[in-house]
T-cell receptor
Framework: QKEVEQDPGPLSVPEGAIVSLNCTYSNSAFQYFMWYRQYSRKGPELLMYTYSSGNKEDGRFTAQVDKSSKYISLFIRDSQPSDSATYLCAMDSGGSNYKLTFGKGTLLTVNP | GAGVSQSPSNKVTEKGKDVELRCDPISGHTALYWYRQRLGQGLEFLIYFQGNSAPDKSGLPSDRFSAERTGESVSTLTIQRTQQEDSAVYLC????????????FGNGTRLTVT
């Protein structure tokens, strides 16, 4: 079993839809959870950064972490064509652990 | 600069040649990372620098790969005797501190070995 599993998609939705992106993980030591957005031929851009369990909201984006289920989600409300990108989840255990472990990414297309 | 800068943005080289990839991190970021992204794959950790030291080089795929950092700033990733399987996007990232601060990535160097 890989440390982080992420459905690669592709996922195609109409403009205005609510998008749900998910990752599962196996390492219970993970405490820090991130979502990155990567446009074609660009580097990953940090979207959300959360510590431990709970929800965090930033504009149209909401990140959820459920450590008991080892499951994290990113919700995008009122999706826009400009949200079309690959979304990568990443996590680490903090402290002296410096290696982020990434999912493979989910390719999202929002159709106008 | 405002973000992490990498050069060149694209590099095409012949099998067997050596290549050097450069990274300029965000000013003041003590930690610097190199990742590799192959087509359809997740990001693969290569090496991490804290200051000018590399505490962990375990992600480097072979002894053909090496990296250095000077002045707690610029880093160079060198691949000797390139092979076709080295073709990938090489991403550099920096963070304020290792372990509990988010990584900020450059746009990468797209390496193609023919």
């Amino acid at each position: 079993q890989k440390e982080v599993e992420q459905d690669p998609g592709p996922l195609s939705v109409p403009e205005g839809a609510i998008v749900s992106l998910n990752c599962t993980y196996s390492n219970s030591a993970f405490q820090y959870f991130m979502w990155y957005r990567q446009y074609s031929r660009k580097g990953p851009e940090l979207l959300m950064y959360t510590y431990s369990s709970g929800n965090k909201e930033d504009g149209r984006f909401t990140a959820q972490v459920d450590k008991s289920s080892k499951y994290i989600s990113l919700f995008i409300r009122d999706s826009q064509p400009s949200d079309s990108a690959t979304y990568l989840c990443a996590m680490d255990s903090g402290g002296s652990n410096y290696k982020l472990t990434f999912g493979k990414g989910t390719l999202l297309t929002v159709n106008p | 600069g405002a973000g992490v800068s990498q050069s060149p943005s694209n590099k095409v080289t012949e099998k067997g040649k050596d290549v050097e990839l450069r990274c300029d991190p965000i000013s003041g970021h003590t930690a610097l990372y190199w990742y590799r992204q192959r087509l359809g794959q997740g990001l693969e950790f290569l090496i991490y620098f804290q200051g000018n030291s590399a505490p962990d080089k375990s992600g480097l795929p072979s002894d053909r790969f090496s990296a250095e950092r000077t002045g707690e700033s610029v880093s160079t990733l060198t691949i000797q005797r390139t092979q076709q399987e080295d073709s990938a996007v090489y991403l550099c990232a920096s963070s304020l501190n290792p372990g509990n601060s988010p990584l900020h990535f450059g746009n990468g160097t797209r390496l193609t070995v023919t």
